[in-house]
């Protein structure tokens, strides 16, 4: 069935006996939703239902670091940085399969087929897998950070010594991350034992929670895996004018006076910078968590 052309309330597809009780849902093509679509991140898609419905003819979103504006008359999305525009339309969930829709923000669906892990405990640090990564071929489960270490020492799966492919590692996009994790409590434990009794902090200090952020290589940010940023900010907390974290095998040194991120041996310097939580929503040029992009907000 054509969608109907007319901007408002009009749906784009008629409801059939067969559809029963799909609901609606966007997607963008790549550019053309015929030559691959993917859904928007499940995170904007009330946004996106609400501005439609209330027929404004545009609304905004941050996709990763960038600010894109919807056209919902023309059907359109755009950005600044992009030269590309492209399709978005509304369709009910059953039209997904027919029109080949390929996966969520970018990322391709799940292969759910296969061994599927029981536990969230990850093999590598025994701790509750922090940014839990699958490995499709075997489907055991890790940290994203234990994993990708553990690839670029030249290793297999660590359970079952299967390939880990590279691909993983390659600018990953994941739709299935909370943004806002937390670090797991055993480790936390662990890093305040290590690092001794907590400063004395007033009652807002105490309430307010931080983040820290790493400059990505080549523009935006993105958020330290949890259990890094649990360490950075205990230190930071303890005024330590620097430390040192190991992430992906590499030693590096956390200059807090500079603001840097300093990989040892190596000339080469990250700004860092520590922003209240509350905050993210203000910055639009934060791509997601350790590397991975996935943070969709609305804006407006």
Request: with cysteine; net charge positive.
């Amino acid at each position: 069935m054509a969608p109907a052309t007319s901007f408002g309330k009009t749906e784009w597809f008629q409801t059939s006996k067969k559809e029963g009780n799909s609901r609606f849902i966007w997607i963008y093509g790549n550019p053309t939703i015929k030559s691959g679509c993917y859904e928007f991140h499940p995170d904007l898609q009330d946004h996106i239902e609400e501005a439609y419905l209330a027929e404004k003819k545009t609304c905004k979103v941050s996709v990763f670091g960038t600010v894109w504006t919807l056209d919902l008359k023309n059907m359109k999305e755009s950005s600044k940085t992009s030269k590309a525009k492209p399709e978005i339309r509304r369709v009910r969930t059953s039209q997904l399969k027919k029109l080949k829709c390929i996966g969520v923000a970018g990322a391709k669906y799940a292969k759910t087929s296969g061994f599927q892990q029981s536990d969230d405990i990850c093999a590598v640090c025994y701790d509750p897998s922090t940014i839990p990564t699958r490995i499709e071929k075997c489907g055991h489960i890790f940290c994203f950070l234990c994993l990708k270490t553990n690839y670029i020492l030249g290793n297999g799966c660590p359970t079952c010594r299967g390939a880990i492919p590279y691909s993983m590692f390659q600018k990953p996009i994941r739709a299935d991350i909370d943004f806002h994790i937390e670090c797991p409590l055993e480790y936390a434990v662990d890093c305040a034992k290590m690092l001794g009794p907590d400063p004395k902090k007033s009652e807002r200090e105490s309430s307010e929670k931080y983040y820290w952020l790493y400059q990505s290589n080549h523009s935006g940010w993105f958020r330290y895996d949890p259990k890094t940023e649990y360490f950075i900010e205990e230190n930071f907390k303890r005024k330590n004018k620097s430390c040192e974290v190991y992430i992906c095998g590499l030693k590096m040194t956390i200059n807090f006076k500079r603001s840097t991120q300093e990989i040892q041996g190596k000339i080469r310097k990250r700004k860092i910078k520590r922003i209240a939580a509350s905050d993210v929503y203000k910055q639009h040029d934060l791509k997601g968590i350790a590397g991975i992009r996935t943070l969709n907000y609305p804006i407006s």
